[in-house]
């Protein structure tokens, strides 16, 4: 095998592949990368069992077709440091060996035979549709940071996918919990798909989120019961997904919050951020005392003192709730428009809460006591 390939192509292709191998795996082969250079195409390979990642590069100049397996982590360091203008020029030495070399560098590198390398069935194209890159980045920004980190509810480790109807129009919805807060968001679909609901993990969630965050276009799904593809213009990303079912979270959402607190967005924002800052410790829960038009913030932290901060606000009744405040700043930071809207019930029941600006999105946040 020898090729030459663009510097900044391969970074580019290496840089998602990091995100994918294990760093401490037991197995070896799991650490490197597949390299396959054939028929005027460089193929990179990554893949940690659950999750695979495949790049292909048009780019580049074959001398002699061919295929091996080295690390992904020592390439990366390596190429990276490179000028981004360069041409890196590649060549399998023996089965154990692959030489790089640009300007006046040159490494050896160790390698294992591509045959070792495990690589599932790519080609599934069941439940195939199409969605644009920056409405599937939508659902899951909207999303992914309501993740439960709880390994024992692995069904919560995730974003949950399914159709839904609403005045028959079919949406694609995306929700996340934790249990102690749910994220809710929806696109309407203009075309009718097959699409079985799904658990998609948090590995590939944001896996996924770093390429279409460089990516503007349509993206390839298909589904199978155990797996999906999602395909781009030069990249493919095939995951597992969680075995398990989703809790029904609609019967949590709350039906009868009719008082209803709006605050201007970002002056609300920066006041919960600012007013959280003297306590380290998130049992210490924000309190929020509401009098009429009058919004006080307070924490008071037995290890490191207090703090407080007013706003002016649109509610018209008294009532006093306390918040995590990461919840807060987690929803609020994910709105698009210049307002937020809290719907209360009581100290003790969940807030409903809404962007005013996306109708498509909802966010419930249970309250601390005291």
């Known amino acids: 095998m020898k090729f030459s390939v663009n510097q ?107 045959s070792e390398f495990p690589i599932t069935d790519t080609n599934f194209k069941e439940n195939e549709f199409i969605l644009g890159s920056k409405k599937l980045l939508k659902l899951l920004n909207k999303c992914r940071f309501s993740i439960s980190n709880d390994e024992t509810r692995h069904y919560l480790s995730g974003i949950f996918f399914h159709l839904t109807d609403n005045d028959n129009k079919k949406f694609l919805t995306t929700v996340a919990t934790d249990s102690h807060r749910m994220a809710i968001s929806k696109i309407l679909l203009s075309n009718e798909i097959k699409f079985e609901p799904i658990i998609l993990p948090k590995k590939t969630i944001f896996q996924l989120c770093s390429i279409l965050e460089d990516y503007d276009g349509d993206v390839q799904i298909s589904n199978l019961k155990s797996k999906i593809k999602f395909e781009f213009n030069n990249t493919i990303l095939i995951s597992k997904l969680i075995d398990g079912k989703f809790p029904n979270y609609y019967q949590v959402i709350p039906k009868d919050n009719q008082k209803k607190l709006e605050i201007d967005l970002k002056p609300f924002l ?67 428009g210049d307002k937020i809207e809290i719907f209360l019930k009581d100290s003790g029941s969940p807030a409903l809460i809404k962007d005013p600006s996306d109708f498509d999105s909802i966010y419930v946040v249970m309250p601390m006591k005291g």
């Open 270 to 336: 920066t006041s919960v951020d600012r007013v959280a800052s003297v306590s380290l410790d998130k049992k210490d829960g924000l309190r929020m005392s509401l009098q009429g038009n009058n919004l006080n913030l307070s924490v008071n932290s037995s290890n490191s003192g207090d703090g407080k901060e007013s706003l002016a606000v649109k509610f018209g009744h008294d009532l006093d709730i306390s918040f995590n405040p990461k919840y807060l700043i987690d929803v609020a930071s994910n709105m698009d």
């Open 8 to 114: 900044k192509d391969l970074q580019n292709a290496l840089n998602y592949c990091q995100g994918v191998i294990e760093k401490k795996s037991t197995l070896p082969i799991l650490s490197n990368v597949l390299v396959q250079a054939k028929e005027a195409n460089l193929r990179i390979t990554a893949t940690d069992l659950d999750l695979i990642f495949i790049q292909n590069i048009s780019n580049i100049e074959i001398s002699e077709e061919g295929e091996t397996t080295t690390s992904c982590s020592i390439m990366y360091d390596i190429v990276r440091k490179f000028n981004n203008e360069k041409k890196i020029n590649f060549q399998l030495i023996n089965e154990n060996k692959i030489n790089l070399e640009s300007d006046n560098s040159s490494f050896n590198l160790n390698c294992l035979k591509a």
